[in-house]
């Protein structure tokens, strides 16, 4: 998916926290952290590079809030941990975190492409307006524009993982 480096900071036991990150495929663990030194952890990493946090409890929000993004996961988390993220996930699975990434960055191409359409129009109305086309058709236009916007953001709807 693109993410260079998986890093988990954990508050457990350096070895706990190795043992566990070696078995689900991350790169590194750093292991007994206490919430002031998560904070750093995460500001350090963010002097080279953009920083996505993933956490559930009251020890990770002050770490998530300094991230570039923040993902509580929400049936675990706590109500803590949900405020302060920019992304809740609204189950226990982390194996969810690949559709919401892979979700972020499709919604971030369709805004895009509506962007393009809706100032792309107005762009040509405003001229076209002036040089003679009616004011009915430029709205008729216009409010045509921004149907193709909403049903082009609809598509989002039918966003599945893919494999």
Known sequence: MGIERMIMISGD???VAEAVAKQVGL??????LMPDDKVQAIKNLRITSKVA???????????????????????????????????????????????AVGLSRHTKSIIRQNLFVS???VAILVPSTMMGLSIGAAVAIHEGSTLLVVFNALRLLGYR???
Do not use: K, Y
């Open 119 to 121: 100032l792309g129009i």
């Open 53 to 99: 946090m993933v956490g559930d409890g009251v020890n990770d929000a002050p770490a998530m809030a300094n991230s570039s993004v923040g993902i509580a996961m929400g049936a675990a988390g706590s109500d803590v941990a949900l405020e302060t993220a920019d992304i809740a996930l609204m189950g226990d699975d982390i194996r969810q975190l690949p559709f």
């Open 27 to 32: 790169d590194e663990a750093w292991g007994d």
């Open 161 to 163: 993982r893919s494999t």
């Open 13 to 15: 036991h350096r070895r």
